[in-house]
């Protein structure tokens, strides 16, 4: 890196890290736009490895989540790898070779006549869409509901400051998504069976990027406070110490601690309302 992360971070408020378009037709071949992790060194995880490896604090980074998707045109299947043309498609109404908002995702996917087709990978925790033609085939790889849940999930578990995104006018800000485009978010939350969590209904309102971040916030901050009193509550009976327990305060939510990266993100959450 071409300056010192660990003498600069004194003098930031905060460090926004663009997480985000790190494959694109520019390469001429199919990739996931913001993958949270690979095999490689372009994702998310990698990324902000890489900051806090040079000395970046935790808490003074933002991580950037896109609602947005890269486009790709392929002569191919159109899996991921495959060879494309150096130039993707437009989106309807941002008309931008390459890129398409994730109303536009949205729109093309609820349109019953539709025959795009959505699939949801596992290890980048992205989502990618296809329209096959008799010529070629149209590829999105894009950030779902489900995306930025587990994003937000990460973020807050490494201790970050916060999350940013580019941009909010690219959310669905009609609704044009069908619930069942949205109603997997959380799949991938309760990893542990103790811990129980009170999950939000789908919802075909407006936004459901940027209401997806603030469930994700408090769904995210409660599922570490009570996984982390289970792993007390299991060194306790191996010889451990009651006084470590993290207990709310009397009106204080379940996932509220006191951590400052923590309090970050509850700011950000009461702002995000106040946009609704």
């Known amino acids: 890196m071409a300056y010192s992360v660990h003498r600069l971070a004194p003098y930031l408020d905060t460090m926004h890290i663009m997480c985000y378009d790190y494959f694109g037709a520019w390469d001429k071949k199919i990739g996931f736009n913001a993958p949270l992790e690979n095999d490689g060194e372009l994702n998310v995880e990698f990324s902000i490895d890489y900051f806090l490896k040079l000395g970046a604090p935790a808490h003074k980074l933002m991580m950037g989540l896109p609602f947005y998707g890269r486009t790709f045109i392929t002569h191919k299947d159109g899996?991921?790898?495959?060879?494309?043309?150096?130039?993707?498609?437009?989106?309807?109404?941002?008309?931008?070779?390459?890129?398409?908002?994730?109303?536009?995702?949205?729109?093309?996917?609820?349109?019953?006549?539709?025959?795009?087709?959505?699939?949801?990978?596992?290890?980048?925790?992205?989502?990618?869409?296809?329209l096959k033609a008799p010529t070629e085939t149209r590829v999105v790889t894009y950030d779902s509901t489900r995306s930025i849940a587990n994003k937000v999930r990460y973020a807050i578990k490494k201790g970050l400051g916060g999350v940013m995104v580019w941009s909010i006018d690219t959310d669905d800000f009609q609704g044009d998504c069908k619930e069942d485009i949205n109603d997997d978010r959380f799949s991938d939350f309760r990893t542990k069976p103790q811990v129980k969590l009170n999950f939000p209904k789908s919802s075909t309102k407006t936004y459901p990027l940027l209401r997806t971040l603030n469930d994700a916030i408090v769904l995210s901050l409660d599922e570490m406070t009570q996984e982390q009193n289970i792993d007390l509550e299991n060194e306790i009976e191996t010889g451990g110490g009651e006084n470590?327990?993290?207990?709310?305060?009397?009106?204080?939510?379940?996932?509220?601690?006191?951590?400052?990266?923590?309090?970050?993100?509850?700011?950000?959450?009461?702002?995000?309302l106040s946009l609704y």
Do not use: H
């Not at 729109?107 to 006549?113: D, K, P, Q």
């Not at 993290?246 to 996932?255: A, V």
């Open 79 to 130: 899996n991921i790898g495959d060879d494309s043309d150096e130039q993707g498609f437009q989106g309807p109404y941002t008309r931008e070779n390459g890129f398409m908002g994730y109303n536009e995702i949205c729109s093309s996917l609820s349109n019953v006549s539709s025959e795009w087709k959505s699939n949801w990978d596992v290890e980048s925790s992205e989502a990618i869409a296809r």
């Open 244 to 272: 470590d327990r993290i207990k709310p305060s009397k009106g204080e939510p379940s996932g509220t601690t006191t951590n400052a990266s923590r309090v970050s993100f509850i700011f950000a959450f009461l702002f995000l």
